[in-house]
């Protein structure tokens, strides 16, 4: 199986108390996830921090959740050339920065599919399947 990318939108629901609904699939995917070689980029653990915080859970519960999870995953850190990539990535596709340095990691290391809500973005790169969990056309099979 090829090597996939968990998005910061599918960790931050699965901790979204007003959401029953995508909190379970979201739960599902990441516990698949960890079990078959998923990744998240570093990115990701760092804007899923900052989500949960601002959603009232406290800053040493957050932390001890995502380093949790940074250890059940494979985390991806950028290097400079991820920067130059996702730069290019967001002058030929017209992307937003954030999402492109995503993707940059992403490509960079052989990761062609990733679970996300946000499809906008990542859609418009060529080599990255997009696949929005919360469809019910989509469901998650990792």
């Given at each position: 199986m090829?090597?996939?990318l968990?998005?910061t939108n ?11 609904e ?13 079990k ?17 915080s601002?959603?009232g ?12 999870m940074?250890?059940?995953?494979k985390?991806?850190?950028p ?21 492109a340095m995503?993707?940059?990691?992403m ?6 599919t ?9 859609r ?9 969990p ?9």
């Open positions: 090829n090597e996939h968990i998005d599918v960790l931050a629901y699965a901790f979204d108390t007003e959401n029953a995508k909190r379970a699939v979201a739960k599902n995917l990441i516990l698949q996830s960890m078959k070689g998923g990744s998240v980029t570093l990115q990701n653990l760092t804007e899923c921090f900052a989500v949960l601002r959603h859970l406290s800053a040493s519960k957050t932390m001890k959740i995502l380093v949790g940074s250890k059940k995953f985390v991806h850190t290097e400079i050339s991820s920067f130059e990539y996702a730069t290019e990535l967001v002058y030929l596709y017209k992307i937003d920065f954030w999402d995503i993707a940059a990691v490509l960079q290391n052989a990761i062609l990733v679970y996300t809500e946000n499809t906008k973005d990542f418009k790169i060529p080599g990255i399947m997009v696949i929005n919360f469809l019910a056309s989509s469901a998650p099979n990792v």
